[in-house]
């Protein structure tokens, strides 16, 4: 079949470096790329013909019209009618398949949101706030496009529709956390007052008939692995460098994307040497391992792994390593060498990976392997280690801990894992209610009975902690002995 031209319409001059860089990107993605040509001005060659004609015949020939609407309406015409809407009009009457992908922004042209008003009556439009959201968008639409007139029967995993799930499957606590998350960290605009459907449809979860893609239950299913049993997290700790049975510390992680991350990190955390060092800030605690380095592999591994697969992330510590692998292989150009400097993003799920950055688990700009490095090499570690077989491997190195040199000039109190568990459970008090319960109850404090009870430790183990912290200068006791409670020392 000969290629779908898409024709890429909006004001040039406010979207000069998005309209070049989404026709390179059509132009060369591996799937996109077989089946869509990308059209812009811009790429014209000189012809005999005067330029609003030229645009016009192009989006009337076309087979998509691919519209992007910000704040500027643009150069009117006689009529006072921009070439933007002209084209618009143009694919209208020519029944030419349409998407509208608007620009949020609070200073928009007057016509520009009548024109954006009148696009809305016609066409499922999808807003963004950058270049790397409307890529995503884009990859979406084109895709759903290409299933819907049964040009390919399958999408990419992250974007399939699910075949049963519905939007009841969806846990609106987790939608809940997210929104508040990605509103902190990259201003996103919704709320959970908009509602499920607004918000998943807002991130690509949601097709236009209301059905789920399989991301959609990754990332805020009740129970992902009822519909994805492989995508839970399998972690284990060797005494020695080598796999050997039985592995004294074995566990088995479920739960959503930002779920398994986050066990997986305090899995690894709990179980490599640490230290408290001095109180002059709150970020006292120190690992041998850097957390954002473990945080990077633990993301890569889970947001990128292949989920066609029926394998599932393995995290393994050994006495001088910790080792992360993920079934899938690097995408098409990138190489382990090549994770080691400068190199694009592109995610093996992006439709996956774009919740996941808007939460603040990842950055888009391919530099979490660069940072990884960065933070373990600062470190005084060995540089990590990147291994494609079968499957993915990211490798860290632990500390030489013969020749390691603890720094005389700070004090340091090293932390049993059940000490480290009961001090990080005190000083993270608040963070954590936070998250348990949207309406912390002012009378849960952390008693000695209370930490038991949430830490799964006994009542006289607990005792013996906290006296070995408030010995060490790390906890105190505030309110009367029958009613006090404890906090961590700034």
Request: charged fraction near 25%; glycine fraction near 4%.
């Amino acid at each position: 079949m000969e290629d779908l031209k898409v024709f890429i319409s909006s004001v040039q001059t406010e979207f000069s470096v998005e309209r070049k860089q989404l026709y390179d990107y059509i132009q060369h993605d591996a799937l996109l790329g077989q089946f869509f040509t990308p059209f812009i001005f811009e790429k014209l060659p000189a012809v005999d013909i005067a330029a609003p004609q030229a645009y016009l015949k192009e989006a009337a020939e076309c087979d998509i019209y691919l519209g992007l609407f910000g704040a500027k309406y643009g150069n009117e015409d006689a009529l006072g009618v921009s070439p933007t809407e002209r084209e618009y009009d143009e694919a209208t009457k020519n029944f030419r398949y349409r998407m509208a992908f608007v620009k949020r922004s609070q200073n928009r042209d007057e016509k520009q949101q009548t024109f954006i008003t009148k696009v809305e009556k016609d066409v499922v439009r999808r807003s963004f706030a950058d270049y790397d959201e409307l890529k995503t968008a884009v990859y979406a639409s084109l895709v759903r496009y290409l299933e819907s007139k049964e040009i390919i029967r399958k999408f990419p995993f992250d974007a399939t529709i699910h075949h049963s799930a519905g939007i009841e499957c969806i846990d609106v606590g987790k939608l809940r956390l997210f929104v508040t998350k990605a509103k902190e960290k990259r201003n996103y605009p919704l709320s959970i007052e908009n509602g499920k459907e607004a918000i998943l449809r807002s991130l690509n979860l949601m097709a236009d008939n209301g059905r789920l893609t399989n991301s959609a239950l990754l990332l805020f299913a009740k129970d992902p692995q009822m519909y994805f049993r492989p995508s839970e997290v399998k972690c284990a700790q060797f005494y020695g460098t080598k796999v050997e049975k039985p592995a004294p510390f074995y566990q088995v992680f479920q739960g959503d994307i930002f779920q398994l991350v986050d066990q997986a990190k305090a899995f690894v955390m709990s179980h490599i040497d640490a230290w408290v060092g001095d109180h002059s800030s709150d970020n006292n605690m120190e690992y041998e391992i850097p957390v954002k380095a473990v945080h990077e592999a633990l993301v890569n591994a889970i947001v990128h792994r292949d989920y066609t697969r029926n394998s599932s992330v393995q995290v393994m510590l050994f006495k001088d390593r910790l080792e992360i692998w993920n079934p899938g292989q690097l995408p098409y150009g990138l190489t382990p060498a090549k994770l080691s400097g400068k190199h694009s993003s592109e995610p093996t799920n992006p439709i996956l990976a774009h919740p996941v950055y808007l939460a603040g688990y990842i950055e888009r700009l391919g530099t979490g392997t660069n940072d990884m490095i960065d933070a373990c090499v600062g470190k005084g570690l060995r540089k990590p280690e990147f291994i494609q077989e079968e499957d993915f491997c990211t490798i860290i190195w632990r500390r030489d801990k013969v020749n390691d040199k603890v720094n005389d000039k700070v004090k340091r109190v090293q932390l049993t894992t059940n000490q480290r568990i009961v001090y990080l459970f005190i000083k993270e008090f608040d963070k954590v209610n936070d998250k348990v319960n949207d309406k912390v109850n002012d009378k849960v404090k952390p008693t000695t009975s209370y930490i038991a009870k949430m830490t799964h430790l006994s009542y006289p183990t607990v005792q013996r902690i906290i006296s070995f912290l408030v010995d060490n200068g790390l906890v105190h006791r505030e309110g009367s002995d029958k009613t006090g409670y404890w906090v961590a020392n700034k």
